[in-house]
């Protein structure tokens, strides 16, 4: 059974920071490339940021500078550590695998940065 496991989320003021952890059982997690998408209300849902197997990133331009996207596959794990949060940031945030079919999500975890 795939399980995806966010956490780390939570309340934080503007300008502070939050880790997320994603722990991932049930796939073979250093073959595939991992992302985090994230998903305000009324809004699409995005990509934030990936990493491949080669551990090579890529952001989203809005958060570029800000946040770091990273894996350890000693423990399964894909990290996303996101500083100088704004408001604009607030939104539920995904981890997911990518490229490979099917494509498996976390059950998201709420971040929300007050003004």
């Known amino acids: 059974q795939v399980q995806l496991a966010e956490s780390g989320g939570g309340l934080v003021q503007a300008g502070g920071s939050l880790r997320l952890s994603c722990a991932a059982s049930?796939?073979?997690?250093?073959?595939?490339?991992m992302g985090w998408s994230r998903q305000a209300p009324g809004k699409q849902r995005e990509l934030v940021a990936s990493?491949?197997?080669?551990?090579?990133?890529n952001y989203v331009d809005s958060v570029k500078g800000r946040f770091t996207i990273s894996r350890d596959n000693t423990k399964n794990t894909v990290y996303l550590q996101m500083n100088s949060l704004k408001p604009e940031d607030t939104a539920v945030y995904y981890c997911?695998?990518?490229?490979?079919?099917?494509?498996?999500w976390g059950q998201g975890t709420q971040v929300t940065v007050s003004s």
């Open positions: 997911h695998t990518m490229y490979r079919s099917p494509t498996y």
């Open positions: 049930g796939i073979r997690f250093s073959i595939n490339t």
């Open positions: 990493i491949n197997i080669g551990g090579s990133t």
